[in-house]
């Protein structure tokens, strides 16, 4: 077995082999406001997921930002407790549009008029906007935040949810998520498609 020590590897080694293991991640495609400017930001998290179900929370990892070192705006306008923020899942349509806001823009230039992407109004998280075509949008308040040296973990309660009409079966009351198309992060530049699905039954 190839081993590590974690403490003994050099800079960006641990996150090279980790975020190659831990695969795929979600995407959460989060937008925030800076409240001091109105600025409107929009960018990817893979370090995220849904963590707890009563009430529903979702995570995210916020680094610093490579370059300056500094914390990423996204971190920045969450780092009061409360602060309200989207979270979006990504579809293959939107795969090149949530690239393109990764860019690191300096803070009072807005990823959602550098990517074109159209914003609509938000029901509990206003004037927090949210991205009109994303196909779900997750209305969220920041619960809590920890620092793991120098992460920033970001727990958020889900207060409402945005879903796109023919993603939700009224009848049967549930999501189709086989129609909703999302992609999760492999490593580096590479996703993957959800299209590809299996059933096991669960033992009793
Ligand atoms: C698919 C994808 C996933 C990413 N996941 C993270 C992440 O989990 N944590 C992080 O700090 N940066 C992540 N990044 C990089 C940020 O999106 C990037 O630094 C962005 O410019 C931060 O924007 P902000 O400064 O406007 O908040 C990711 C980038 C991509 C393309």
Not at 48 to 65: E, K
Not at 109 to 135: F, G, Y
Request: hydrophobic fraction near 45%; charged fraction near 25%; glycine fraction near 6%.
């Amino acid at each position: 077995m190839a081993e590590f020590d974690i403490a003994a590897l050099g800079p960006g080694e641990p996150y090279r082999i980790l975020s190659s293991l831990v695969v795929p991640r979600p995407i959460a495609w989060v937008v925030t406001r800076d409240v001091e400017t109105g600025t409107v930001n929009v960018a990817p998290f893979s370090f995220f997921n849904l963590v707890g179900s009563d009430p529903m929370t979702v995570v995210l990892g916020v680094s610093p930002a490579k370059r300056s070192g500094e914390p990423k705006d996204t971190g920045r306008n969450l780092s009061q407790i409360g602060a309200g923020f989207v979270v979006h899942l990504v579809d293959e349509a939107h795969a090149d549009a949530m690239n393109r806001t990764a860019s690191e823009l300096p803070a009072h230039e807005s990823e959602a008029h550098a990517a074109d992407l159209a914003l609509a109004e938000t029901i509990k998280v206003s004037p927090v906007p949210r991205i009109a075509s994303a196909p779900a949008a997750l209305e969220c308040r920041v619960a809590e935040i920890a620092r793991v040296g120098n992460n920033r973990i970001v727990l958020g309660e889900v207060v409402y949810v945005h879903l796109r009409d023919e993603l939700w079966d009224a009848e049967k009351k549930h999501v189709r998520t086989e129609d909703a198309h999302l992609i999760g992060r492999l490593h580096g530049s590479l996703y993957v498609r959800t299209s590809d699905r299996f059933a096991l039954d669960r033992p009793r």
